[in-house]
């Protein structure tokens, strides 16, 4: 074994192996560390503390921990840094810097063949991290010594020590360039550096003995389950179950007791393993050696009280952690956390630069995403091909959600400015307009003809459906142009239709986002009658708990994954200081038009390969993630959170003058991750819960018995209203006692419900 990380237990520094590549990636690919990798590469190297730790030179002690290890493993660490020769300019030592940094992996895999690289990453800063195959005739001194030579590049004299720890990158292919699964064997360990001595497995216990060659005798306690932690595990349920708050003097008895009944069968039953997760809620610092004795015997006792009652498979309370776990891992894989979203980019298109340069830090996410709407509604006549080869057009309608007087007001100046044109367009067609229908009121033979170059793309938030559609019809015909509407909240689109349903503005979203023809056909000669391609951007605002109760039918429709959704996330801190804006006025108007010119100058069909590329590389890498993280709500979310990017990145590439960068391309796979994580925070677990759902149903299909059709763990009222959907009468309670006595179900009185016993499911199979 030559890999492990580090964590921390009771103040002192500890070891555990990594057993393969998946394990290995699902540590570098962490929401947190792929956050914080971020914010250090953009300056904030305070972070770097905070990365996951790897060691690949040693084994740990006896009892696990790092310090004063004296055992070399099989792989060697090199720690490759680099620093410009003095006297050069900032500008020579970024080229000096690149140039170093560009010929590394390629001459690492020239020497392949001598050196048997077994890993090779990017640093958090500047240089690499270089894992190669320990040679047997060499200290540690020696090896690196050796690889030095052969690769002519110079290491890091003060990471020497076989217990340095290296602070990780991600697994993204432009950080961990090179990873072979050799340094995951566990099958035989050679002391190198003591002779034909045989490495003692990492972690054994005391009975094993003697010098071990195989560590397939030693079986540490595993410290996660299915890819999550058994920490994370038990956070959760007391976040689900008590309030958030740990076990204390009182009540720790019993809360710890259904702890352990709650989490015992991923524990394989094994009071070791239960041992090693479960925390002693006992304990205090100022005990006596006395008292913690007695502590760790009671909580001891507890746990093993708990494995003695009977098993009762997999309990429910369980279940529902496990699933609000998953959903926030996909939560994770946007690359933020449960608290914070994916950081911007810290260098931005000139445009975005311009458009958020006026508001706060932690405002910036949201303005981003906001301007889109407004800047789409400028291209008109303009598609884009996606590279399934889908003609798409630049529709963005975003939802911005935050709490209460959070301030999501800060997105309407940038909006304003960039639809000041139109506004001054729509204005003299409004008064043509009204001219026109004094002139011929309703309920009479119209005289003349309504002028057929009216054209008003700016909504008002109350409509009638006649309204609506004239107006989608008009913007069609006036060169396939957009209409365009913005409320304060998400309630006012109801407003744009006469039917004012919830269900029509989801129609009409999903109508908008294919421009699929929308319209009405009359046969009156006061009708208003026509059909076109329906394009309206909007942009609207919510909280969380009215966006869950708007969209709670359209979440798994189609309706939710076409939205463009944007947050504002303030911390605490934040809170006491108002937010300062800059001032928008005729300097920031004259910046912003010459993008806006770009935009409304543009016709016909637009290409950009690169774009094209980056969203195909974002696909294999949404579903890459989507499989790592076992999320189907992410892999659903990020079909068409890849389009709405894409199609960021095309209006960009406009209005920068056909121009495609580095900070286009960088905004792009931000604005996608950013959209994903809202989605996700907001939706994600009752997508999750209606994809289980949409399955559970589909192999349910077909005759069953009706314990069969019941959940391993089942209340009283579940249980008879299943009985009642299957068309039977009573009260069912023969039918309980029956498969009480048959064994088939115990009553658990902890959580008052029915449970499947194992001789059930091994008699019957376990349907769930």
């Known amino acids: 074994m030559s890999v492990h990380v580090i964590y921390y237990k009771d103040g002192a520094k500890m070891m555990r192996p990594v057993l393969n590549r998946e394990e290995y990636l699902r540590l570098r690919n962490g929401g947190q560390q792929k956050s914080n990798l971020s914010r250090i590469r953009q300056g904030e190297v305070k972070l770097k503390g905070d990365l996951v730790q790897m060691n690949y030179s040693c084994l740990p002690n006896e009892d696990g921990t790092l310090k004063g290890s004296k055992t070399a493993s099989m792989s060697v660490c090199m720690d490759i840094d680099f620093k410009a020769p003095e006297g050069m300019s900032e500008e020579e030592k970024k080229a000096w810097l690149k140039e170093q940094m560009a010929r590394v992996p390629e001459l690492v895999m020239s020497r392949k063949d001598e050196l048997v690289p077994l890993m090779l990453e990017r640093s958090a800063t500047k240089g690499y991290h270089l894992a190669f195959r320990r040679r047997p005739d060499l200290d540690q001194v020696g090896n690196l010594k050796w690889a030095s030579d052969l690769l002519g590049i110079k290491y890091d004299e003060q990471a020497k020590d076989i217990t340095r720890v290296y602070f990780t990158t991600t697994g993204d292919a432009e950080e961990l360039l090179y990873l072979d699964d050799e340094i995951f064997d566990v099958s035989v360990f050679q002391c190198f550096s003591s002779g034909e001595r045989l490495f003692r497995p990492p972690l054994a216990p005391p009975n094993l003995g003697g010098e071990q060659k195989v560590l397939e005798s030693c079986s540490p306690c595993k410290k996660e389950y299915n890819g999550m932690a058994y920490a994370e595990i038990i956070e959760k349920y007391w976040e689900l179950y008590n309030g958030g708050k740990k076990p204390v003097e009182g009540d720790r008895n019993a809360l710890t007791f259904e702890l352990a009944m709650t989490i015992r069968s991923i524990c394989g039953y094994s ?35 708990a494995l003695k009652e009977p098993r009762k498979g997999m309990p429910l309370r369980l279940k529902q952690v496990l699933q609000a776990l998953k959903a926030q891992s996909g939560v994770k894989a946007c690359g933020g956390t449960m608290t914070t979203p994916p950081p911007m980019p810290k260098r931005l298109p000139p445009l975005i630069r311009l458009l958020t340069k006026n508001v706060p830090w932690f405002y910036k996410p949201a303005v981003a995403s906001a301007v889109f709407p407004g800047l789409g509604v400028h291209l008109h006549g303009v598609k884009f091909r996606y590279w399934d080869n889908v003609d798409h057009e630049a529709t963005f309608m975003n939802v911005l959600i935050g709490r209460q007087s959070i301030g999501k007001g800060t997105i309407k100046k940038p909006i304003e ?16 307009e009204a001219e026109w229908k004094q002139k011929n009121p309703g309920a009479r033979q119209k005289k003349d003809p309504r002028p057929k170059d009216i054209c008003i793309q700016m909504l008002i938030d109350n409509l009638t459906d006649a309204v609506f559609n004239q107006r989608i019809v008009d913007a069609n015909n006036n060169g396939q142009r957009f209409i365009y509407t913005i409320v304060d909240e998400i309630e006012g689109l109801k407003k744009v239709t006469s039917k004012g349903t919830v269900d029509e503005v989801g129609l009409l979203i999903r109508k908008a986002f294919d421009n699929s023809v929308a319209g009405q056909e009359r046969v009156g000669a006061d009708s208003v009658s026509g059909i076109a391609p329906l394009r309206w951007n909007f942009n609207a605002s919510t909280t969380p708990p009215n966006a869950r109760k708007f969209f709670v039918k359209m979440v798994n429709d189609g ?69 790592l993280y076992e999320s189907e709500a992410y892999r659903v979310f990020s079909y068409r959170a890849n389009v709405i990017a894409w199609l960021k990145g095309m209006v960009l590439y406009v209005a920068h003058g056909y121009k495609w960068s580095r900070e286009i391309a960088d905004f792009v796979r931000w604005s996608q991750q950013y959209n994903l994580w809202c989605k996700m925070l907001y939706f994600g677990q009752q997508l999750e819960k209606e994809l289980r759902d949409e399955v559970e149903i589909q192999r349910q299909s077909g005759p069953q018995n009706l314990l069969e059709l019941l959940q391993d763990e089942f209340s009283k009222d579940q249980y008879r209203q299943m009985r009642q959907s299957q068309g039977k009468t009573g009260d069912g309670e023969n039918t309980l006692r029956t498969w009480m006595n048959r064994g088939y179900i115990v009553y658990d009185e902890v959580s008052g419900h029915y449970c499947k016993t194992e001789a059930y499911k091994r008699k019957y199979g376990n349907k769930l």
């Open 417 to 432: 400015y960039i639809m000041e044109d139109i506004r001054q367009r729509d204005q003299p067609n409004r008064e043509r």
């Open 559 to 627: 309706t939710v994954s076409r939205l463009d959704i944007s947050s504002i996330i303030r911390n605490d801190d934040d809170d006491d200081a108002e937010p300062i804006l800059g001032i928008y006025d005729h300097t920031f108007a004259q910046e912003l038009k010459p993008y806006i010119d770009r935009l409304e100058a543009a016709n016909g069909l637009i290409e950009c390969q690169q774009a094209k590329k980056l969203s195909l590389d974002m696909k294999q890498e949404n579903k890459d993630a989507a499989k």
């Open 271 to 305: 009071l070791e393993q239960l041992l090693s997760v479960i925390p002693n809620y006992w304990n205090r610092d100022d005990d006596t050696p006395a008292q913690r004795k007695a502590n760790e015997a009671e909580w001891r006792q507890t746990i093993e009280n």
